[in-house]
C-alpha cells in the first residue's frame, strides 16, 4: 500500500480507470476521497451507464480512451481500480494502453489481474478497504508538502480538462440540434 501511494504523489501524470466493483459496492465515496487528496483525474471502462464516479466532478474524464485529449499525452501511471484489465476480446487495431505507463491494481478479481497487461503492482482486497488504507497512508507518512503542491497542480489540470471535454461535447450537440438523421 505504502509503494502505491508513493507511486501516486510521484507519478506525473496518473490516470485511475475505474469500474465493476466501485459501483457494485458503492464505493464511491473513497475513491472521490483519493481523487481531490491527490488531484487525480479519473476514467471510467466500460459502458457509461454503470458510472462508477460522478460524472458532474470537476475530476471525471469520461471514458478511458487512446484518443482522448489527456490519455493521448500520456499517463506515467494508470491506476485500475476495480477494473478489468483492457481489451482481451480479439485483437487491438491500435494500442490500448499508453506505452511505458506503469500499472496499478486493486480490487479482488485476481483472474483479470495481468490478463493482458502486466501488472507493476497489485493490492488484492475489497476495494473501500484498500482505498482506506491508501488514503490512510498518504496521510501518515507520505510528504504532505509534495501532495498538496502535486495535488494542486494535477487538479487545476483535471479540471481545466474537463472543462475543455464538456465544451466539446456541448458544441457538438449545438451543431446537431435541428438537423434530421438521414
Not at 487512446?66 to 487491438?92: C, E, N, Q, T
Not at 476495494?127 to 509534495?146: P, Q, Y
Not at 497542480?153 to 461535447?169: E, L, N, V
Amino acid at each position: 500500500v505504502v509503494r502505491a501511494g508513493r507511486g501516486l504523489v510521484e507519478a506525473r501524470r496518473p490516470t485511475p480507470v475505474v469500474v465493476g466493483e466501485i459501483g457494485e459496492s458503492a464505493r464511491q465515496e473513497e475513491l472521490i476521497t483519493l481523487a481531490e487528496q491527490l488531484g487525480l483525474p479519473v476514467t471510467a471502462a466500460g459502458r457509461l451507464s454503470f458510472c462508477n464516479f460522478p460524472v458532474g466532478h470537476p475530476h471525471d474524464l469520461g471514458m478511458f480512451s487512446m484518443s482522448s485529449d489527456y490519455v493521448s499525452k500520456g499517463p506515467d501511471l494508470i491506476v485500475f481500480v476495480g477494473a478489468r484489465d483492457m481489451g482481451g476480446k480479439g485483437l487491438p487495431d491500435t494500442a490500448e494502453l499508453p506505452p511505458g505507463a506503469r500499472i496499478i491494481r486493486i480490487g479482488i478479481d485476481t483472474a483479470s489481474k495481468g490478463r493482458n497487461y502486466p501488472s507493476d503492482l497489485a493490492l488484492v482486497g475489497e476495494v473501500k478497504e484498500a482505498l482506506k488504507d491508501l488514503t490512510s497512508v498518504l496521510d501518515r507518512s507520505i510528504n504532505k508538502d509534495r501532495v498538496k503542491s502535486g495535488s494542486q497542480t494535477r487538479s487545476a489540470y483535471s479540471r481545466s480538462a474537463t472543462t475543455a471535454m464538456r465544451t466539446r461535447i456541448a458544441n457538438g450537440v449545438k451543431a446537431k440540434r435541428g438537423k434530421r438523421p438521414r
